[in-house]
């Protein structure tokens, strides 16, 4: 258990609405990270983070934001929530040590349905 | 731009092997492999560090060479708890934090 926690879980919105997709963890891990997943594009990075305030963008960071204001929070932003952005969206961690344990981590993953 | 998976699916029988590969179009630092069940997040397999290194768990093993920027997945003597989806991940760029995944295997094993 990496101590990963996504909010929500499940989400259906109207088009046009701004989203907020929580990712706590307890960990005080450096290294978070959004990805989505949808059929046929396997996980795609959304945005990144290396540390609070430090965030950088992914392959498909339009219509998303991030922000990092703590070490544990990792908060992903539909500004405007389009139907195509109706996705599965993992929270990731990494640990970033040295040797066999730097690999990501998984939440759970949050279901979003814009219709 | 991402590393390429193939084959995109593969069916088995059980009993049957199967090799997954993974090509990247930067140089590879190191690769790790993940297997995806329906429904749940993806699941850390293991971790390449070295070019040319093969790892084992259980039937399951991989090698990667550096200078073909290539990892392989095999899966030897396949059991039904095989079936899922394997990726391929690795960061993106040597010392940079961008982790990006392969574009994925899908593979079910028939008993």
Known sequence: DAGITQSPRHKVTETGTPVTLRCHQTENHRYMYWYRQDPGHGLRLIHYSYGVKDTDKGEVSDGYSVSRSKTEDFLLTLESATSSQTSVYFCAIRPAQQGTMDTIYFGEGSWLTVV | ?111
């Not at chain 2, 259980?58 to 394997?86: C, R, V």
Request: some cysteine; overall charge positive; aromatic content about 12%.
């Open chain 2, 1 to 111: 731009q991402q590393p390429v998976q193939s084959p995109q699916a593969v069916i088995l029988r059980e009993g049957e092997d199967a090799v997954i590969n993974c090509s990247s179009s930067k140089a590879l630092y190191s690769v790790h492999w993940y297997r995806q069940k329906h429904g749940e997040a993806p699941v850390f397999l293991m971790i390449l560090l070295k070019g040319g290194e093969q790892k084992g768990h259980e039937k399951i093993s991989a090698s990667f060479n550096e200078k073909k920027q290539q990892s392989s997945l095999y899966l030897t003597a396949s059991q039904l708890s095989y079936s899922g989806t394997y990726f391929c991940g690795t960061e993106w760029g040597s010392g940079t934090y961008k982790y990006i995944f392969g574009t994925g295997t899908r593979l079910k094993v028939l008993a």
